[in-house]
Nanobody
């Protein structure tokens, strides 16, 4: 079993950068794929990015491709979401999720979820 905790959210201006962290407990984290999802007020949760357990394959939503980078450091049991050129429409609660099965852009595919961290981008 894996527990994940997000951190790094905050209030930034449009064009700024922010890095979110997803710290995991459990010695088997290195075998889990990690996904980042976000949910804005009044909207459904949407996929942002995912990375396989090796870190060799990454996947991105079209809305963040070229601006966001997902990565992981298995030695630190941590995954990251580097967000550049932030836009007001990126404002949302960002959650990370982990699952043994593999990287996916579908939220139901992930078993373990964090509580989320708020990212607010002002114009």
């Amino acid at each position: 079993q894996v527990q994940v905790v997000e951190s790094g959210g905050g209030l930034v201006q449009a064009g700024d950068s922010l890095t979110l962290s997803c710290a995991a407990s459990g010695r088997t984290f290195e075998y889990y794929a990690v996904g980042w999802f976000r949910q804005a007020p009044g909207k459904e949760r949407e996929f942002v990015a995912a990375i396989d357990w090796r870190g060799g394959k990454t996947y991105y939503a079209d809305s963040v491709k070229g601006r966001f980078t997902i990565s992981r450091d298995n030695a630190k049991n941590t995954a990251y979401l580097q967000m550049n050129s932030l836009k007001p429409e990126d404002t949302a609660v960002y959650s990370c999720a982990a699952d043994y099965k593999g990287a996916s852009d579908s939220a139901p595919a992930y078993e373990f979820w964090g509580q989320g961290t708020q990212v607010t981008v002002s114009s």
